[in-house]
């Protein structure tokens, strides 16, 4: 039972009382039994003011508890004329006021760090107590490629490999480049915050694939621009002096057959550094509509007599209906040849190479034996191959058509163990009806 009622029934049980026992006046005395009505109006009124004083601060007290609870800050009490309870209001309305300027400051500062996370180009995960992911912001989407509801409360372990096992080594605040499918490169920062009273964890990552590869293409560019200069200058000045030696008569055939030799190493001397040259000197891009379709049959049929030949076995797989995209055809054309011969080459007499066409992007697997971790991080490295004659030039020059056309690409061994070269059409007109 509340305890304004307890004091109420425990008036009305003492007045009644207090009347019945004034009734027995009412006859003898009648003017003892008005002084005793009028004696119990006036406790009835003391009663009140009683009331009054201690009853309506409990109520107070309560009803603030109560506006507490709800985290209600808007709630204040107006002064009731006693100096106590008064000063108890105002201290209460301060303490109320303080707390509603707290949580709007709060609350603000909340929303403008979820506008910063969301508008930052560089990615944040967030972790929750056990490590595990919490939230992403849309930079780190795009950087992972699935969104924050296919990744939520999965270990950092199982995101892409190895990518996902390098975050989960990282140190407390020690930045780190971490390399992924061997063409993207990210400084990734682990750090710590306490939230309600616990420490949890985040992690940062911001994409430098463009300005190492800026910095890279600078470097290579000067440097091989200077060599074709020099050395075709060269060899055009040592063959002319060389074929006037051998136009001279009178000279034996073994001197001609030499001068012949050396003219001919000079030549394939200047058609190497001309492949040098042609990877620092590919064009932008003139993109046009093309049909995937199509293009991809075409180089089906190009490709096909090179697989047979080696024993592989080249199936194309497309969907019902045309995706049209906006590229360079004969760039991506140089694209595909470099790729698809890569993959016959790896796939081996009695492999198979599968081409297949998909919404999300065009896949080239192929069933040789995979690639070595080792090789997985030089992968796209001016110059890094991996073939006893290569130069490292076919996959430099797919990686520059493919940034070029702002297509993301990817070169990895899956864990089925096919080996996947992946092209993602971003800029699509549509699908054709």
């Known amino acids: 039972m509340r305890l304004p009622i307890k004091y109420f029934l425990y008036l009305g049980v003492l007045h009644s009382l207090f009347f019945v026992l004034s009734l027995l006046l009412l006859r003898d005395k009648p003017l003892w039994f008005l002084a005793s009505e009028l004696a119990i109006l006036a406790s009835l009124y003391l009663a009140w003011r009683m009331y009054r004083a201690f009853i309506v601060p409990v109520q107070l007290m309560a009803s603030g508890a109560e506006s507490l609870k709800q985290k209600d800050f808007s709630v ?6 006693q100096r106590e309870l008064d000063a108890l209001i105002e201290v209460y309305n301060q303490m ?77 605040d020690r930045a780190r480049v ?21 420490e949890r964890q985040f992690i940062m ?11 890279e293409k600078g470097a290579y560019d000067k440097v091989i621009r200077m060599m074709s200069h020099e050395v075709n200058n060269s060899i055009g000045a040592v063959n002319s002096i060389l074929q006037s030696v051998a136009a001279h008569n009178g000279m034996s055939d073994d001197f001609k057959d030499a001068i012949g030799v050396a003219v001919n190493r000079n030549l ?10 042609d990877v620092v000197k590919i064009p932008q891009p003139r993109r046009e ?23 592989v076995s080249l199936q194309l797989h497309l969907p019902d209906e045309p995706l049209v995209v906006q590229l360079d055809r004969e760039q991506l ?21 599968d081409i297949r066409l998909e919404p999300a992007g065009l896949r080239i697997l192929n069933t040789g034996p995979g690639i070595p971790p080792e090789v997985q991080k030089k992968l796209f490295t001016p110059f890094y191959s991996t073939k006893p004659q290569g130069q ?12 070029n056309h702002q297509f993301p690409f990817s070169l990895q061994t899956l864990p089925d163990g096919l080996t996947e070269f992946w092209i993602g059409f971003n800029t699509p007109l549509g699908v054709n009806a």
């Not at 490169?185 to 939230?195: A, E, G, H, L, N």
């Not at 093309?290 to 024993?311: C, I, N, P, V, W």
């Not at 140089?334 to 198979?352: C, F, H, P, T, W």
Request: overall charge neutral; aromatic content about 8%.
């Open 76 to 81: 204040q009490f107006n002064r009731v004329g």
């Open 96 to 172: 109320i006021e303080q707390l509603r300027l707290e949580r709007t400051h709060l609350t603000e500062q909340h929303y403008l760090l979820q506008k910063l996370i969301s508008a930052s180009p560089a990615g944040i995960m967030l972790l929750d107590l056990d490590g595990h992911i919490y939230s992403l912001n849309g930079a780190a989407e795009r950087i992972l490629g699935q969104s924050v509801a296919a990744v939520q409360g999965r270990s950092l372990q199982e995101l892409l490999p190895p990518f996902g096992w390098e975050l989960s080594e990282l140190g407390t």
């Open 178 to 198: 971490i390399q992924a499918s061997g063409n993207r490169f990210y400084r990734c920062i682990k750090s710590r915050f306490i939230d309600r009273g616990f």
């Open 205 to 215: 990552v911001e994409e430098l694939t463009e300005e190492i590869l800026r910095t």
């Open 268 to 277: 394939r001397l200047s058609k190497f550094m001309g492949n040098f040259a």
């Open 289 to 311: 509509p093309t049909e995937l379709q199509d293009l991809l049959q075409y180089m089906h049929r190009f490709m096909e007599s090179q697989a047979l030949k080696g024993g």
């Open 333 to 353: 054309e140089q694209v595909l040849v470099n790729v698809i011969k890569n993959a016959l080459e790896a796939a081996g007499r009695g492999g198979r190479v």
């Open 392 to 403: 490292g030039i076919g996959l430099m020059l797919v990686r520059e058509i493919l940034r």
